[in-house]
Each structure stands twice: as C-alpha cells, then as structure tokens.
C-alpha cells in the first residue's frame, strides 16, 4: 500500500508543483500589482491564449511541423555518424574533434547564413533545427557503441561472428537506451533553434508570433507562445520516455524493481 501510494505521489508531484508555481506567480503579480507589460500574471496569458487561439494554433503547427522535419533530418544524420564514430577509431580521431567544435558555435549564427542561402521562410527552421540536434544524437550513440566490452566481443568472434552481426545484433540494441536519452534531448534543443530561426527570418511560426507580439507590446501574448512552445516540447519528451520505457524496458528493470 505504501509503495502504491508514494508511486502515485511521484506521478502526481509534477502536476502539483506547477499548481503551486502559478499561485504564487498570481498572487505576487496581483499583490504587487505588477504590469501586464512588465510580467503577465498566469490569469492573463491564459485570457491571451483563449482571445488569440486561432492565430496562436496555426503559428503553432507551422512550428511543430517544421521541427519534426529538422528533427527527423537530424535523426537519421546522428545516427549515421554516431555509428561510424562508434565502430571506427579512424572516423573518430578524424571527425569526432571537428564535429565538437562545430557543435560549439552558436546556431543563431548560422541564421543570417541560411537566409542568404535559402532566403526567408521555413527551410531556415528546418536547417537550424537540424543543425542543433543532430549532436546529441552523435554522442549518445558513439558512447553506447564504444562501450561494449572488447571480452563480449571477443567471445562473439570466436563463436563466428562477422563484426556486422556484432554491430546489428549486439551493439545496436546495447545502445538503444543511449539513443533515446538523445532523443529527449535533441528534441527539446530541435524546438529552440525552430523558434530561434523563426524569430530572426520567418513570416510563420510561434517564434515569428512572439517577436510581432513583443513590437506590438502585448507581453500576454510573447508568454502564451512560450507556454505553447513548452507545451509541444514536453509532449515530445514524454512520447519518447514512453517509447524508451516500452523498448528499453531490460535496461531499467532495476530501477522498476526498486520503485
């Protein structure tokens, strides 16, 4: 009864920490009589996003369609090179350091680039958003490949196999649990650099939404497109928790034991 109960209290624990956050983001902005241009109460954003919920729904499909691309591009790149990076010393000593200082340059810089490329519009987003997600991806794989112990590999020479049926069989599956950590990560970079590019050089989108509502100082309206832009990132999240759970169950049975 009382692992039943502290289980229901950790599915609920998220739910009642944001209830509490936007009380007290209420009451200070209604005790304080703090300016809606200023810091929007949680009342107000939620009257901006039921006033402006047509616009704020089409802004919102064109950002969320315009990420699952980037991010789908960035997939199956990540995961291209986070094999070869993983299975080859050579891909490794030879890309992986430029790969890394890529990964250090801003992607807000890459914008301005995009546009004189591709001009203005959704191919920038998308670009952008694969160009900050793809990383993740790379690593997480590499780091699941190369630590498969060199003993199992070993025993599965001398028992015959090719090094593609380690790869395929063995290595591939071993990483899967670092692959969709990626994933909730890459997902929730994809939505930044969607949103960074819209902002900069888009007509459409949540971000392109915000920065019109920012010069028209309707503050509501910029906060209700960042709980929309939270909200879509979150669901992506949990939908990849839950297919990590469903295919990486063998990988957390301990931790499902415990709880």
């Known amino acids: 009864m009382t692992t039943d109960r502290q289980r229901r209290l950790e599915q609920a624990a998220p739910w009642i920490l944001s209830v509490a ?4 983001w209420q009451a200070i902005c209604t005790l304080f009589e703090v300016s809606d241009f200023i810091f929007p109460s949680p009342w107000t954003i939620a009257q901006a996003l039921v006033e402006y919920a047509k616009p704020i729904a089409g802004h919102a499909w064109q950002t969320f369609w315009t990420t699952m691309i980037g991010f789908a591009i960035g997939v199956a790149v990540g995961l291209a ?76 020479r001398s028992l015959g196999a090719r090094k593609s049926d380690i790869l395929l069989k063995v290595g591939l599956p071993r990483s899967l649990p670092f692959f969709f950590a ?33 010069s028209s100082m309707k503050m509501p309206l910029v906060f209700a497109g960042l709980f929309v832009i939270g909200v879509m990132a979150m669901a992506m999240y949990e939908l990849f928790a839950v297919l990590e759970r469903r295919m990486t169950g063998w990988a957390h049975r301990g931790a499902h034991a415990s709880g």
């Open 81 to 156: 090179l986070g094999v070869a990076v993983g299975t080859s010393r050579f891909v490794y000593r030879g890309l992986y350091p430029l790969l890394v200082a890529f990964n250090a340059i801003p992607k807000v810089a890459f914008v301005p680039i995009l546009v004189v490329w591709f001009g203005i519009g959704t191919v920038p987003a998308v670009l952008t958003a694969f160009l900050i997600s793809f990383f993740p991806i790379v690593v997480n794989v590499a780091t699941g490949l190369a630590t498969l112990e060199p003993e199992l590999e070993d025993v599965l």
């Open 21 to 24: 956050l936007l009380v007290v």
């Open 182 to 214: 990626s994933l909730k990560v890459s997902i929730t970079l994809a939505f930044i650099g969607t949103v960074v590019s819209e902002t900069v050089a888009s007509n459409d989108g949540i971000g392109y939404l915000m920065m019109s509502a920012g």
